[in-house]
């Protein structure tokens, strides 16, 4: 009964994650969700005995995938910061 007490539980962060993640207006702190997100499904595959795509969920979605966006963020923040520095 606790098994399927943690799979919903699971279940419900996963829903509130995906929605926050939409709802979200900053982008840093919508990132971090998705990465929470990722972790999330990683830990799902991994309770559904699926080790490989556990595995490949937590290297790809949350690693790289965060680690690309964490960059073009970051190429974004300058850009930005560089486009305002010459209107002034």
Same mark, same amino acid.
């Given at each position: 009964?606790?098994? !399927?007490d !943690?799979?919903?539980?699971?279940? /419900? %962060? *996963? /829903?509130?994650?995906?929605?926050?993640?939409? %709802?979200? +207006?900053? %982008?840093?702190? &919508? =990132? /971090?969700? !998705?990465? $929470?997100?990722?972790? =999330?499904? $990683?830990?799902?595959? $991994?309770?559904l005995?699926?080790?490989?795509?556990?595995?490949? #969920?937590a $290297?790809?979605?949350a690693?790289? &995938? &965060?680690?690309? %966006? !964490?960059?073009t *963020?970051?190429?974004? @923040?300058k850009? @930005? +910061?560089? &486009? #305002?520095d #010459?209107?002034k």
């Open positions: 009964m606790q098994y !399927f !943690f799979e919903m539980l699971l279940l /419900v %962060l *996963l /829903v509130i994650c995906g929605i926050s993640t939409c %709802l979200t +207006k900053n %982008l840093l702190a &919508s =990132l /971090v969700i !998705f990465m $929470a997100y990722s972790l =999330l499904m $990683a830990i799902i595959w $991994a309770l005995r699926a080790p490989d795509l556990a595995i490949t #969920e $290297a790809v979605g690693g790289i &995938s &965060s680690i690309l %966006l !964490f960059i *963020l970051h190429i974004l @923040r850009l @930005r +910061k560089g &486009s #305002e #010459e209107t």
